[in-house]
């Protein structure tokens, strides 16, 4: 936007190389600074290098991560989705009412996943079949969900689930690899593809910068977005069943809070928040980042707040820095 | 006649509410009772005043979701106020709150007037931070009942002509917006940045100041809603009001008031605000869980947004056909 300000004597006679562009990318700036903290907590405190130490860290970003790939496509497509964190809840209160009713592994698993992407069509319909503001809609269910587990749990809490259920929180696939980093790997490569490698990434995209030229496109716009909500809802089941293995239990304020860490990670990521463009890499980069922090000051013996305050001052100085930069090198050009 | 009042919204959720004190009323009459509405107002006037300075804010086509972190910072440094000089008056004591909750919008509306920052980013960011430094102010310690001075405590319940101060403050703030939104230049900026922000430069307004002093005046009613939490429940720590700036967006949503800016009313916020306020105290009454009150607001912000959509949807001449559903 503000880069059509520019008189048309500074359009370049020719684009810059592909090299050029990497360097100056927000992707290249979040390596620097990913780079940057990863060198500070190894001098800082002298458990941080340490393989089995940085593999318990991962386990701080893994589950977020998952929602916040498929979060990534919805922001891209203009709309956001705050329910996320309700949808664990609902997903981990219908697990651990099944544990009660006698469910094996394989239906928990099953249950999870179906709760996510009920939820998520909830949504896709009310917002693609009523056309509503996303970001209302996702208030209303952000509180209908918990709200539901709040009604089934009140102050309980469900235990007893089976051992074989612990292995996708707390397991290992190999060596320092646990169960949860591998699938964040899988599903970084799994998004990567389908965002900048297929046709349905290139939609998202379309959708996001002009959604009306993307209709008069041919593009099924109410589909592609209904999708998108399915996707996010079944993240959040998939992160739902990780956060339900890894405590062990379930109360109705599990992972509170976490759809602003969520959104937090994808905006740091380099995603615009009013839609139309980012990347995955950007995403990955953003949950190592924040995950480091939050390892490094734990290790630091940081209180969780403090912690909060930092991600909220990274946040905002990430988008605003940029914004300043620019304005500086433009006074300085004319 | 009919079908015309039928479109006006806030005839249509005084109607709402009717049906619904009319409802529990069946089984309850004592509920709705003079007195026991009135103590239904009082619990929701600090809602109401929150909803206010939201509404404002929406408006202009932005969003505050920092508005209850704003609160808890400003009560907990009121309450430490009083704590630590108990000689300080009181109304002194609410300017201070006033003020620092000022001074916390004019943090937000600085970052979206001057950075163009997008305001659900920007009120994300200082909400975290802003619920941070009341950590670290306070280390995590509360301040209790004991450590407010007996005066801090009993103004929001002092009785001015059979009606509690709480509720005065509110009427207050009800017709003070009421006022800036209908009377002033700044009041009419809102509305005009929310319809139409091109527009609106050409009209001569500035659209970002316009934003910023939308952002100043939700603080200010967030600090004083600050004082008024702290003194009517008696206590300060980090989380109170936490997660409570979802229910003023939802007060909001259900009054009316267009997210998408330019549509709304005080009238709409205020009634908004009191719907939530009698479910939130009908619930127990009717005997089902206070677990439930989570779930029944969900389902009445989105039959509300839906009712909304409804409405917005008919109003003014189609130039451009929007990308609806396929």
Known sequence: MADAQLSPRNIPDRLEGRGARLMKSWEALLIVVATLIFLGNSLASPYFLDPWNLSDATFNFTEKAMIAFAMALVIISGEIDLSVASIIALASTAMGYAVQLGADTPALVAIGLGVGLLCGAVNGLLITGLGLPSIVVTIGTMSLFRGLSFIILGDQAFTGYPESFAWFGQGYVWWVFSFEFTLFVLLAVVYGVLLHKTNFGRVVYAIGNNQTAALFSGVRVARVKFTLFLLTGLMAGLASICLTSRLGSTRPSIALGWELEVVTMVVLGGVNILGGSGTIPGVVLAALIMGMVTFGFGLLNVPGIVMSIFIGLLLISVIALPILWRRARRRLAH | MIAKLLKNREILLVGAIAVLLALIALR???????????????????????????????????????????????????????????????????????ALGTLLGMINGTLVWKLDIPPIVVTLGTLTI???????????????????????????????????????????????????????????????????????????????????????????????????????????YVDIAAGFELDIIAACVIGGISIAGGIGSVAGAVLGALFLGVIKNALPVINISPFAQMAISGTVIIIAVAVNARAERRKGRVILKKAEAV
């Not at chain 2, 109401?48 to 932005?62: D, H, S």
């Open chain 2, 28 to 98: 309850f009459p004592a509920f709705v009772g003079p007195s026991n509405l009135a103590r239904v107002y009082n619990d929701t006037s600090i809602l109401i005043i929150l909803a206010l300075g939201q509404m404002a804010v929406i408006l202009t086509r932005c969003i505050d979701l920092s508005m209850a972190a704003n609160l808890a910072l400003c009560g907990m440094v009121a309450a430490m106020l009083n704590a630590a000089f108990p000689g300080l008056s009181i109304p002194l004591i609410i300017l201070a709150s006033m």
């Open chain 2, 130 to 236: 802003y619920r941070g430094l009341i950590f670290l102010l306070t280390d995590g310690k509360w301040i209790n009942a004991h450590e407010m001075s007996d005066a801090f405590k009993a103004l929001p319940r002092l009785d001015l002509a059979g009606v509690p101060v709480l509720s005065w403050l509110s009427l207050l703030m009800i017709a003070v917006m009421f006022l800036v939104m209908s009377r002033t230049p700044l009041g009419r900026a809102f509305y005009a940045v929310g319809g139409n922000p091109h527009a609106a430069i050409y009209t001569g307004i500035d659209v970002g100041r316009t934003r910023f002093f939308a952002y100043c005046l939700a603080g200010a009613l967030a600090g004083l809603s600050g004082y008024l939490w702290v003194s009517r429940y008696a206590v300060a």
